[in-house]
């Protein structure tokens, strides 16, 4: 048996000690930066609650304070829905889109020098285990 959920995990921590250890001036928790960097992926920095926690792989009650310290800090804003009041979307302000940038090439970066040695089609074969395992965790 391979046991390659032991290696993500450890890949997952040391990956996530780097980008906040790199990133530590912005003062974020991983799963802020997570939030914010699945933000900036939709369209316009905006999405439903509902559809960041899928991105994210993180329940509401944990979102939901996340999103409260990143609202606190000005780098998210939450309202309605335009056509659907009861669905809240969130958006990145001007600020945290400057942050979730910086978020993001920080990842890009990381990235890029951890595939480096690599097949090209490795990443591609990654992203595929990755998936399947998601697929089957929930």
């Keep these: 048996m391979v046991f390659l959920l032991l290696d ?4 997952t921590h040391a990956t996530l000690h780097r980008l906040t250890t790199e990133l530590a001036d912005l ?7 997570n939030a914010l960097a ?11 609650v509902s559809e960041l ?7 509401p009650t944990t979102l939901t304070s996340i999103l409260d310290r990143l609202e606190q800090r000005g780098l998210v804003s939450r309202g309605p829905h335009q056509r ?4 809240v979307v969130v958006r990145l302000t001007a ?3 400057t942050v979730a940038t910086r978020v993001l090439a920080a990842m890009a970066d990381l990235e890029r020098r951890a595939l480096a040695t ?4 490795a990443a591609g ?10 697929e089957a965790a929930t």
Excluded: F
């Design 84 to 87: 659907d009041r009861r669905t």
């Design 53 to 59: 926690g899928a991105a994210a792989g993180t329940r």
């Design 38 to 48: 699945n933000l900036a992926r939709h369209p316009a920095g905006a999405c439903t």
């Design 95 to 97: 600020p945290g889109t």
């Design 8 to 11: 993500l995990q450890r890949a």
């Design 27 to 33: 003062k974020l928790t991983p799963s802020e930066l």
């Design 118 to 121: 690599l097949p090209p089609d």
């Design 125 to 134: 074969d990654a992203a595929a285990v990755l998936h399947a395992l998601t």
